[in-house]
């Protein structure tokens, strides 16, 4: 069964205190991994995309990277408007694949000035 | 990055009553849209996947004959909570991919909160 598991659940950091966020996944032929945000009341806004083992991409304080069994969201020297729950999801390849993503629990975020 | 945009935002109806929700790809054509559903401090749950001039495809356990999906056009879903029930209070969320496919970004809508009385 295709599962993410993200870790931790909850996160709070000073300011300027970089960390890492982990998203494990099984998955049966990875299609893509996304990382998403989201704020309280709003939908998932697209963050990154990556495709391979190896890949990285980065958008300003954030660097994604992935490895065979899971992805890390990298945070550099964070401020507070990054506070948000960081959404991980998976798209599983093989017959019958039709495009859906299966999302991970999240990871919550909080940033103090 | 493609807008995808949810009408009605929030709705209160009353238990029993039909509630529907609109999800257009604003500058995109989307074959293929996907309704999720959120519940408070967790995570998505994909509902169905909806095809355009076809049926919807339901995820195990969800009630097609409770939640009512139509994908008329390339560009608007629709999703129809009938005799909705205090249970079916929850964040409802749409996507859709660009040209369709089945690869490459997901975008979500701003999301519908729906609370049954």
């Known amino acids: 069964e295709d599962q993410v598991t993200q870790s931790p659940e909850a996160l709070r950091l000073q300011e300027g205190e970089s960390s890492s966020l982990n998203c494990s996944y099984t998955?049966?032929?990875?299609?893509?991994l996304f990382w998403y945000r989201q704020d309280p009341g709003k939908g998932p806004e697209f963050l990154f995309t990556l495709y391979s083992a190896g890949e990285e991409k980065e958008k300003e304080r954030l660097k994604a990277t992935l490895t065979k069994k899971e992805s890390f969201l990298h945070i550099t020297a964070p401020k507070p408007e990054d506070s948000a729950t960081y959404l991980c999801a998976v798209q599983a390849g093989g017959s019958g694949n039709t495009g859906k993503l299966i999302f991970g629990q999240g990871t919550t975020l909080q940033v103090k000035p | 990055g493609a807008v995808v945009s949810q009408h009605p935002s929030r709705v209160i109806c009353k238990s029993g009553t039909s509630v529907k929700i609109e999800c257009r790809s604003l500058d995109f054509q989307a074959t293929t849209m996907f309704w999720y559903r959120q519940f408070p401090k967790q995570s998505l749950m994909l509902m169905a996947t909806?095809?355009?001039?076809?049926?919807?495809?339901?995820e195990q356990g969800v009630e097609k004959d409770k939640f009512l999906i139509n994908h008329a056009s390339l560009t608007l879903s629709t999703l129809t909570v009938t005799s909705a029930h205090p249970e079916d209070s929850s964040f409802y969320i749409c996507?859709?991919?660009?040209?369709?496919?089945?690869?490459?970004?997901?975008?979500f809508g701003e999301g519908s909160r729906l609370t049954v009385l």
């Open positions: 996507s859709a991919r660009d040209g369709g496919g089945f690869t490459g970004e997901l975008f």
């Open positions: 998955v049966s032929g990875l299609r893509g």
């Open positions: 909806s095809n355009e001039g076809s049926k919807a495809t339901y």
